[in-house]
């Protein structure tokens, strides 16, 4: 659910800010966005805990976040982004770049096909916004760029996020559909009793 609401509030903040984010700071888009950089530590966390991708690409990914979140909380004390100091605009630097790992990541969880079907593909469809957004605002200019943007935030990421908060056992190693692979019931057995096999 964070990832679901943290998405889908960037995404709200971009279509409110609209292009006043390319010129000042707003104070809006930059709660949103801090909600989305939490949301996708917690996509993160999810996919490292589960196996679905190494832990070093995860904890990579957890290091950037952290490094954008830095950014973001400061911009709360400027207006424009040439207040800001030098470090700052070194800092920044970790916004693309976890949004590159983003895309690593997914990459990683198709490959290794720990999730089965569409939600092994998904994550890397949430990560592809980085490839889709550099052309879309080269040739079509920030303005269609904001809501490309926030129509591939809400239809990826946010639905990734309900897919995994309305159905969890998704992503648990050895469980098909909620039950646990390997485990049954016993036959005429009581109070739950359950054999393991093969």
Known sequence: MILAVGSA???VGTLVSGETIQTRIVVF???TEILYLIGVAALAWVIGTTGAAGRMITSVQLVLLAGALVYSVAGFWYETYDQMPLWLAVV??????ANLCTLVMG???AWRGRYRG??????????????VMIPVKNLLGI????YVSAAWLLGTYAVLGLRLALRPAAVLPGVDGGAVSGIRPVPGGHGGQVEVGP
């Open 9 to 11: 509030s960037w995404a």
């Open 118 to 131: 569409f939600l092994r593909w998904h994550p890397l469809l949430c990560g592809s916004w980085l490839i």
């Open 107 to 109: 990459g990683v969880v």
């Open 92 to 97: 920044d630097v970790c916004w693309p770049l």
């Open 29 to 31: 888009s930059t709660v």
């Open 143 to 146: 303005g269609v760029g904001i």
